[in-house]
């Protein structure tokens, strides 16, 4: 199913959220922890459950983790209570294709760093927007951003729609990466610093998803 309502998809998330989901930390937060600086302050577009978040909280970074899902966000909340890492992950209910949501959390997050540096971090989210809420995503994000800034991205392309999938039924827009790539050279002002493509990077029970991973710096 591809062409969902806004309403619909967020119903879906709101029910997918409501079973229980795995709090297991993905392949791609253990790459971008290895790629930026200890006690980073780290936005998580889309955070879901927080089990990155989570994640990197317990690796000594500071967390803003921003989901549409009023259930998701509670469920990490709980979990971040429970692992007395109350204190190093905020989770803030909003919708990252509403300008004032964004620049609300950036805000947030500049605050607890002393208006430092932060890093921007998106799993699993882009393939979940329309390609209107993702330019409006993408252009307030880029709005908040400090030059030098870095951005993480990880998201299903193009060449996955007709693989196997696990959760079969919602509404996936499979990216085009080089076209993605020069929406953000050519319209957004980053460089991209590093992009891959392929299999083997974000495999769940019996799916092995082709997917890209981009990661952006704010010129
Ligand atoms: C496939 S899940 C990925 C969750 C998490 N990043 C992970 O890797 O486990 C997609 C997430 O995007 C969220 N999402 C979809 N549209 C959104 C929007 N407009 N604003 C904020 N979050 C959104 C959904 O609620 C869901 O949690």
């Given amino acids: 199913m591809t062409n969902r309502s806004r309403e619909q998809r967020k119903t879906y998330w709101r029910e997918f959220y409501k079973q229980r989901h795995?709090?297991?930390?993905?392949q791609f937060c253990a790459l971008v922890a290895s790629e930026i600086a200890s006690h980073s302050t780290i936005v998580d577009w889309g955070s879901g459950n927080g089990r990155d978040s989570l994640f990197f909280a317990a690796q000594g970074h500071m967390m803003l983790a921003m989901d549409l899902s009023t259930e998701a966000v509670k469920i990490g909340a709980h979990e971040a209570r429970l692992r007395g890492l109350h204190e190093k992950v905020i989770f803030l209910q909003g919708d990252l294709s509403c300008r004032p949501d964004v620049e609300n959390v950036v805000q947030i997050a500049r605050k607890k760093n002393n208006n430092g540096f932060l890093v921007?971090?998106?799993?699993?989210?882009?393939?979940?927007?329309?390609e209107s809420e993702e330019d409006w995503f993408l252009e307030a994000l880029s709005d908040c951003m400090k030059p030098n800034e870095r951005v993480f991205f990880e998201f299903r392309t193009k060449e996955d729609a007709d693989r196997y999938k696990h959760y079969p039924d919602h509404f996936r827009r499979y990216l085009d990466t080089d076209k993605f790539q020069l929406k953000l050279i050519d319209n957004l002002g980053f460089s991209v610093e590093y992009a891959v493509t392929g299999s083997g990077?974000?495999?769940?029970?019996?799916?092995?998803?082709?997917?890209?991973?981009?990661?952006?710096?704010?010129i």
């Fill in 201 to 218: 990077m974000a495999k769940y029970k019996q799916e092995d998803p082709l997917v890209s991973r981009v990661f952006a710096r704010k």
């Fill in 120 to 130: 921007h971090y998106s799993r699993f989210v882009l393939h979940s927007l329309d």
């Fill in 22 to 26: 795995s709090l297991v930390p993905t």
